[in-house]
C-alpha cells in the first residue's frame, strides 16, 4: 500500500464526498453548497444573515454569492430581524424547504449506507480522530511560531 498522508486522504475523500453530493444536487439544478446552506437555515425561525457563516465556516464574500443565487431561485427569503433593528433573517421559502428536505434526504441516505459497511466501532473511531485534528487546529498546536 502506497503511504499517504493524512491531510492527503482527508482531502481526496473530503472531494469524492463533494462530487457525489453534487451529483446527486444536479439533478435538482442545485449544487452542494446550496444544499448545505438550506440545512443551515433554521426552518422555523429562520437564521441571522450575520449567523450563517460563521455557522457554515464560510467566509462572507463566498455565502454572499450563495445566498444571492438561492434569493434569485425562490429558495429563500430575506426579512427584517424583528430583535435588530439593522439585521436581516434568512427564512425558506416553500420551495426552499422543499429543497431543504431533499437535501436532508441526501445527507441522511449517505450516513445511512456508510454506517451499513461501516463497523460502529470504526466510525466512532474516526469521529475521535477527526475531533482531535480539530482541537489540534482549533488550539493551534500544530503551527506554532518560535522565536530565536
Known sequence: MK???IDWALRATWQAVTRVYNEQAK??????????????????TGTPSTALGPKMGMEATSLS????????????????????GRGV??????FGTEMRTRSKDVVLRFNEVVSQ??????????????????QLINDKKIYTKTTN
Open 65 to 84: 454569492r450563495i445566498i444571492k443565487n438561492m434569493e434569485t431561485r425562490g429558495l429563500i427569503e430575506k426579512k427584517p430581524n424583528p430583535n435588530d
Open 117 to 134: 459497511v461501516v463497523e460502529k466501532e470504526d466510525l466512532q473511531g474516526f469521529f475521535k480522530t477527526i475531533d482531535a485534528i480539530n
Open 27 to 44: 439533478e435538482y439544478d442545485s449544487s452542494m453548497a446550496v444544499g448545505f446552506t438550506l440545512l443551515s437555515i433554521d426552518p422555523k
Open 89 to 94: 433573517l434568512i427564512h425558506l421559502t416553500p
Open 3 to 5: 503511504d499517504i498522508t
